[in-house]
Every structure is written in C-alpha cells, then in structure tokens.
C-alpha cells in the first residue's frame, strides 16, 4: 500500500468489525513483522474487530527508511495510513516497540485516536539503575554501525538480518516463512530502532492520555520488566490491566495465553469508545 509522500509498506486487513466500533491496527514489535508478531491474533481479533496490521518502517515490507529510523516517522505513517484506508478512528494496538508507536500516535494524532492497547510494552525502556557509560559507548556503537551499514545497498543489508535473527526465529519453533518474514528487516534500520527505544521516554506526557486504554502485563518478561509494563498502566488514567503467563516472545510462544487476554482487552477498550464499558478486570 502507498502512503502518500511517504512510501510504501505491507498491510494485512481483516474483519469486517461493527459499524459502531473502530478498527484496530496492529503494530509489531522490534525485529518482527505485521505477520510475525499478530499471526496466531488474527483469526480470533477478526470474529469482532475489523483490524490492519502493517509493517513498520524498516521492517518487513515497510517503507524504505532512507537516512535513518525515527519512532515519531512511524506513528505518522499510522495516521497516514488511517487516511488511505478512509478510517476516522482507530485503536493503536502495540506489542513492545509498537507500544512506543501507539503512544505517539495519540500525541501526535490525537483526533484519530479512540483508544489504545498497549502489551509488553513501557514509558521508557533506559534503566538508571544501569551505568550510563556503558550505555553511552554501547549507543554510539549502534549509531556507527547504522552508518556503515547504510553504506551497502539494501540488496547486501538484508541477508545480515537472516543470518542476525534467523537462528532466534528457528529457536523459538516458528515455521520457514517466519524466518523469510525477518530476512526482510533492514538491519540498520533495526540498530537505529535499538538507539531510538534507548531514548524513549512518555513519562512527561503519558499521563495526558484522555482515551480507553489497556494492558497487556507479560508477567516472565525479561526484555521490558514487569514493573515497567505496570507503571505504564498506573501513569495512564482509568487504565485496565491484563496479566500474561509469559515471557517477551508471548504472541508466538503462548497464544494459548496471550490471545484470549488480548481479545479481552480489545473489546474492553471498544466497549468504552461506545460507552459499553463493562467493569475492568480484577
């Protein structure tokens, strides 16, 4: 799909949804892919929502980055997106990076906004607790090895992603195609995702959000901690919660888990938007 003045990315739309409700739109986290991160979500999202899971830039089939990955770019492709597809409203529903996205978009966009899901996902993703040297020299590192690899054409970048995350594809069970799914991603694109979770921070504003939102707690989650995720909820008024069984890989390795208590928490936040708001989870 062509975003205009921005390029072109992959959509997956399915569902038809209520005509009272707004559509969701799925964001992935980092290193994955639309298909990736939501696979074992669409069927059971689709029998309600009308839902689009895009790939963001730099990842999958997304938009070229050009000079460098900016999280701020990505939420405006989701408003732009909204634009295509004709869509008012949506909720941002965003898995770890995504949830970065999600949240942007609201400040950014605030008009298309009708509510927010937000899983394994935080205000900030920098511990103070770490020493910040160490963090410095590591994000330096990153930037530079962005640059070089901005050197080779995309062509030549790729197949560094393939060999980079393939291995951990294959380690988690996933199919071949999944593997196919990250030999898409831009490894530079991804280092420069890496510096720009390092230097997100919504604590300043995340308390401003003035729509539905839930989430997702992933309670083994030993890439965003599950005290993070829990701030997030408290810093964001009337928040409802939904705790996870699960590590940071949860969408693939425990849908059994993660799927129903994301179904719940979608309808919760629609529910909302249509003043239908059943109590929130205990």
Known sequence: MHLPGRGTTWIREVGVGRPDEPPLVLLHGW?????????????PLSRRFRIVAMDLRGHGRGIDVGRRFRLVDCADDVATLLDVLGIERAVPVGYSMGGPVAQLTWLRHPDRVAGLVLCATSRNFRSAAEPALPELALTRGVAGAAAALRLLPPGARRPLATAGLGWRTR?????????QEVSRNDPAALLDGYRELQRFDSSPWITGVDVP????????????????QRRLAEAIPGAAVWAVDGDHTACVNAVDRFVPALVAACGWVCDSTADRRPPPPA
Do not use: Q
């Open 31 to 43: 290193t994955a892919t639309g298909l990736l991160n939501w696979t074992a979500c669409f069927g």
């Open 171 to 179: 380690a988690l069970g996933l199919p071949e195609w999944a593997v």
């Open 213 to 228: 939102t839930a989430v997702v707690v992933t309670t083994d989650d030993h890439v965003v901690a599950p005290h993070r």
